[in-house]
């Protein structure tokens, strides 16, 4: 059986933690050739390119992110005996799980896909909120392992991005008890009530606006949000009827503290995790793609 050799491994977990050969050969007090060399070595036991040159600098590669993860541990745990042997127990290192999320996300669906892992004393949660195309980004520069979005991405324009539907939720009409609604058929008195909604950027507010506009009705719009956390509240407030996808006030609605006024024929959220094709797939991505599609079913 092929051994690794641990010293080479170092070579390779220094480098990469210091951002380059040269800084790494200063910090080890060693040659550069001489790390050169060893990393060589490593990248042909491993049968992998640890390292992209980009402009003279070092990148990792994707198979270079998984076994400095890899290397993190090993050497994160060669230091944790020292300090329990020492009289010093030290904190266990953990696997890292990186979720990206659109800034607009609801929270309750970023904490139901999280949660198994949460709940994983081996499993480390990082939670990165951001634009579409900076989270897209990141993601295909295996700096995230999955982002969580209502919309798809194209992969036609993203190559070697791939996405998984995760749920389809209905969306719901919501206000404050007692609601006092005006007399007449719905949705022709949605023309009387205020109402809170997501902006017109969303996907669910041009469903929204077709169907008004199929039913004639012209709106009163008090507010209107792109962040799911604040419809809800500006619902809480008792200001109107916001219109959310059902995830984004669950807790709320068994709780009685809002309830449904009406929903819209047909319309849903949809929501998406997004990854990148990998030649090392993640298992524990997998793995929660996997039950939250199972539970949302």
Not at 114 to 143: I, T
Not at 180 to 195: D, Q, T, Y
Not at 264 to 278: D, M, N, Q, S, W
């Amino acid at each position: 059986m092929q051994r690794l050799n641990y010293n080479q491994l170092h070579y390779f977990w220094t480098i990469a933690k210091a951002g380059g050969i040269s800084e790494a050969a200063r910090q080890m007090g060693s040659s550069q050739s001489n790390l050169s060399a060893q990393l060589k070595e490593l990248e042909g036991a491993l049968g992998q390119r640890l390292f992209d040159r980009e402009r003279r600098r070092l990148r990792l590669s994707e198979a270079g992110r998984v076994a400095l993860d890899y290397a993190e541990t090993i050497f994160g745990q060669g230091q944790e005996m020292l300090e329990v042997l020492k009289g010093r127990p030290g904190s266990r290192r953990r696997a890292l799980l990186r979720v990206g999320a659109l800034s607009s996300l609801s929270k309750n669906l970023q904490l139901e896909f999280c949660r198994p892992a949460l709940k994983d004393p081996g499993v480390q949660v990082l939670a990165l909120e951001g634009s579409f195309n900076s989270l897209l980004r990141r993601l295909q520069e295996h700096k995230l392992d999955v982002v969580l979005s209502t919309m798809p991405v194209r992969t036609d324009e993203a190559p070697g991005l791939y996405n998984h539907e995760l749920a389809s939720m209905p969306v719901l009409l919501v206000g404050k008890p007692p609601l006092r609604l005006p007399r007449g058929p719905f949705p022709k008195i949605l023309a009387e009530v205020p109402l809170i909604l997501p902006s017109r950027q969303s996907r669910v507010r041009a469903g929204f606006d077709a169907w008004l506009e199929a039913a004639r009705v012209r709106p009163m719009i008090k507010a209107e949000a792109d962040d799911m956390a604040l419809l809800r509240l500006f619902a809480l407030s008792g200001q109107g009827l916001a219109l959310v996808p059902r995830i984004v006030v669950a807790p709320e609605l068994k709780e009685r503290r809002l309830v449904r006024a009406g929903g819209v024929p047909g319309l849903k959220e949809v929501f998406y995790a997004i990854t990148a094709t990998r030649r090392f797939p993640d298992a524990l991505v997998e793995r929660l793609v996997r039950r939250l599609r199972r539970d949302a079913a």
